[in-house]
């Protein structure tokens, strides 16, 4: 059974920095693309950044293009989250996720395993 778990959160003034990590363990990490979304009260969640399962390739909303870096070691079986620039707008609990296949999917659906979320807030 794949278990992930986000670690990072907190709470940053606008304009200031954050980095998630997403540690896995049981199960297969390094052929996998990897995924991070947020969902905030009374949202859908929210897809904010995906990673191919070599790391090659990324994508990204365009809320998150040129403020968010996404990265993954497959060595230590974990994926990070960059976040720079934070707008009030982020707040929101942050999941990481495991996607069904090797590309990077930019939908709920395309992932399997879900991590239990670590709270980003971001006062103004």
């Known amino acids: 059974q794949v278990q992930l778990v986000e670690s990072g959160g907190g709470l940053v003034q606008a304009g200031g920095s954050l980095r998630l990590s997403c540690a896995a363990s049981?199960?297969?990490?390094?052929?996998?693309?990897m995924g991070w979304f947020r969902q905030s009260p009374g949202k859908e969640r929210e897809f904010v950044a995906a990673?191919?399962?070599?790391?090659?390739?990324?994508e990204f909303p365009d809320s998150a293009k040129g403020r968010f870096a996404i990265a993954r070691d497959n060595v230590k079986n974990t994926m990070y989250l960059q976040m720079n620039n934070l707008k009030p707008e982020d707040t929101a609990v942050y999941y990481c996720?495991?996607?069904?296949?090797?590309?990077?999917?930019?939908?709920?659906?395309?992932?399997?395993?879900w991590g239990q979320g670590t709270q980003v807030t971001v006062s103004s």
């Open positions: 049981g199960g297969t990490f390094s052929t996998y693309a």
């Open positions: 990673i191919t399962w070599s790391g090659g390739s990324t």
């Open positions: 996720a495991r996607a069904r296949a090797t590309e990077a999917l930019i939908t709920s659906a395309g992932y399997d395993y």
